[in-house]
C-alpha cells in the first residue's frame, strides 16, 4: 500500500474507505481528488449516497424517475474516473433528508458490509461562510452518518435485523469530514486535479452550464494548499480527522 501526500507528511493509505454522502455529485466537489489519492495508492473505495439527487434540477420537463436514472448513471461515471465501481443508493428523498433511525440503519448496514478502515463523510456542523457547502441534507448526512459509525456498526444490539442479514459489527477507527468549519487534515491532490474535474464533469446536469469549472474548483483548492503551507501551485482537500477508538 502507497502513501498519500498531507500536510502531516506521507500517510499510508487505508485498505477499504467508505465515502457517505447525501447526493450525487457531493463527493465529486468535496473528495473526489482524494479518492482518486486513495485508489492510485491501492486503496479499494466504495460510495454510499442517501439520496439520488431527485430534487436536483429546476427542468420539470423531467419525471422524478428520469431525474433520478440519470443522477445515478452520472455518478456511475464520476466514480468510474477516479476508480470506483462500488456505489450503493440508498434513495431516500432529496430535499427531506433527516438522521433518522432508519437512514442510520441504511448507513450501518453499508459500513457492515464494506468494512472500511476510515469512512469519509459531510459535516454536520454549518459554516455560515460557505452555505452551500451545508445544505441541510449534507448536515442531516454527516450527522447519521456519524452515528452509524459510532455507536451503531460496532453496537450488536443496534439494528438486530442486519446481524439476521448476516452483517455483523464492524469498527471504524477514523472519521474524515469534509466542509468542515476547523479541518486539520489537508491532502494534496496535484497530481489528481484532472480526475476530479473529470468526475464533476461527468454530472453533466449539475456542471454542464459551469465553464469556469476547472478555474472555480482549483482556486478552491489552492487555497486549501496555501492554507496548509504547501508550495504554490500545489492543490488540496481539506478534513477534520475524527477519532473513534
Excluded at 452520472?74 to 437512514?103: I, K, N, S
Excluded at 487534515?185 to 454542464?208: C, W
Amino acid at each position: 500500500m502507497a502513501d498519500v501526500m498531507t500536510d502531516r507528511g506521507p500517510l499510508a493509505a487505508p485498505s477499504r474507505a467508505l465515502v457517505v454522502c447525501a447526493h450525487p455529485d457531493d463527493v465529486d466537489f468535496g473528495a473526489a481528488g482524494t479518492v482518486a489519492s486513495l485508489t492510485a495508492a491501492g486503496c479499494t473505495v466504495s460510495y454510499c449516497l442517501a439520496t439520488s439527487g431527485d430534487a436536483g434540477s429546476d427542468d420539470l420537463s423531467f419525471t422524478t424517475d428520469e431525474l433520478v436514472a440519470l443522477r445515478e448513471k452520472e455518478q456511475r461515471a464520476a466514480a468510474h474516473e477516479v476508480g470506483v465501481d462500488d456505489l450503493t443508493f440508498l434513495r431516500h428523498g432529496d430535499g427531506r433528508l433527516e438522521a433518522t433511525l432508519e437512514l442510520r440503519r441504511d448507513i450501518t448496514r453499508v459500513v457492515r458490509r464494506v468494512r472500511p478502515d476510515v469512512v469519509i463523510c459531510q459535516s454536520p456542523e454549518r459554516i455560515l461562510e460557505r452555505i452551500f457547502a451545508s445544505h441541510p441534507d449534507h448536515l442531516a448526512a454527516g450527522e447519521a452518518t456519524l452515528c452509524a459509525v459510532y455507536p451503531d456498526a460496532r453496537n450488536p444490539r443496534a439494528f438486530p435485523e442486519l446481524l439476521a442479514e448476516g452483517l455483523e459489527p464492524h469498527v471504524v477507527p477514523q472519521v474524515w469530514l469534509m466542509a468542515h468549519p476547523r479541518p486539520d487534515l489537508v491532502v494534496d491532490v496535484t497530481e489528481h486535479f484532472d480526475r476530479k474535474i473529470a468526475a464533476l464533469r461527468a454530472h453533466l446536469s449539475q456542471t454542464g452550464h459551469r465553464s469556469d469549472l476547472e478555474e472555480m474548483v482549483g482556486g478552491w483548492l489552492a487555497g486549501n494548499a496555501e492554507q496548509a503551507g504547501f508550495d504554490r501551485g500545489r492543490l488540496a482537500e481539506a478534513f477534520k480527522v475524527v477519532p473513534t477508538v
